[in-house]
């Protein structure tokens, strides 16, 4: 049995990702969401359950809420999800935590960290490796032998060329086309993607 942590937006997606893995699912916890239910599946409030026996996804598309949730529940055991409708080489590894949704190709000897989001049709090419809370959002495409730092975020069909560095806690502004390092904390984006004051 499974407990989604969030009932946001991207934990419709999540959910919907477990239904088709057939794992049953026990509810839904949030501390700011209080509809009743999200899909028929009731919505908890942090302490209403224990879910001290399940496993926890953390169904939250921010990367560092999602930091500060693994960490404040360290001691719980996460599962990663990894659509059906995904292609993930034999020869890659996904860290718990995470997600792997629908139409995304994740290639041989790639490696994915914990609580990572590879999102709808992105692309992860060989010899990759994906830190920790990333976020690879939906159509982006990384190229072989890149490296993306914890908390990272890849925006909305972006392209990363083979070999480049993405820094920890970075932002790629969606559609850009990333060719030289990004360093930590900085926010790049355009063709080719640079960093400096947005027009």
Known sequence: MLYLYGAGGHAKVVLETAEELNIPISGIIDEKIVVGTLFDYRIFVPGEVSFSQETLILSIGDNSARKQLAEKYEQKTFTSLVHPRAYVSRRAAIG??????????????????????????????HDCT??????????????????????????????????????????????????????????????????GTRK
């Open 96 to 125: 718990a935590g995470s997600v792997v949704l629908a139409g995304v190709s994740i290639n041989s000897s790639v490696i994915v960290g914990e609580h990572v989001i590879i999102n709808t049709n992105s692309s992860v090419d």
């Open 130 to 195: 994906i830190g920790d809370y990333v976020h690879i959002a939906p159509n982006a495409c990384l190229a072989g032998n890149v490296t993306v730092g914890e908390g990272a975020f890849i925006g909305m069909g972006a392209c990363v060329k083979q070999g480049i560095r993405i820094g920890k806690w970075a932002v790629i502004g969606a559609g850009s086309v990333v060719l030289t390092d990004v360093p930590d904390f900085s926010k790049f984006w355009g063709n080719p993607a640079k960093t």
